[in-house]
């Protein structure tokens, strides 16, 4: 697929650092034992992704609930959101 395929707001996804990588290292089975150390790797790759911030907003605005995205865990996404949902909305100056 190239870029001209990519369905509309997803070209960010050509520049992903995970594009080559299997996408089943970034949906470990368990956060204990060797899942845990497979979301490390997982993480890893998305700590050097000059898009992880773009990847992190597609899993929260569109549910995604299993996997690594954006550098956090299902778990650490959950509480993120829950985190960002209960901080004050800014004030218009």
């Given amino acids: 697929m190239n870029k ?5 707001g997803l070209e960010w ?9 299997d996408p089943e290292l970034f949906f470990p089975v368990s ?3 060797p899942g845990s150390q497979q979301a490390a790797q997982a993480k890893a790759v998305c700590a050097r992704c000059p898009v992880r911030d773009r990847c992190l907003s597609y899993a929260l605005d569109n549910g995604l609930d299993f996997g690594v995205f954006g550098g956090l865990t299902q778990e650490e996404r959950r509480e ?5 949902r209960s ?6 100056a």
């Fill in 4 to 8: 001209s395929d990519q369905p509309q």
């Fill in 13 to 21: 996804v050509h520049d992903a650092a995970c594009r080559d990588e």
């Fill in 31 to 33: 956060d204990m034992g």
């Fill in 80 to 84: 993120f959101a829950r985190r960002r």
């Fill in 87 to 92: 901080e004050p909305a800014p004030r218009a």
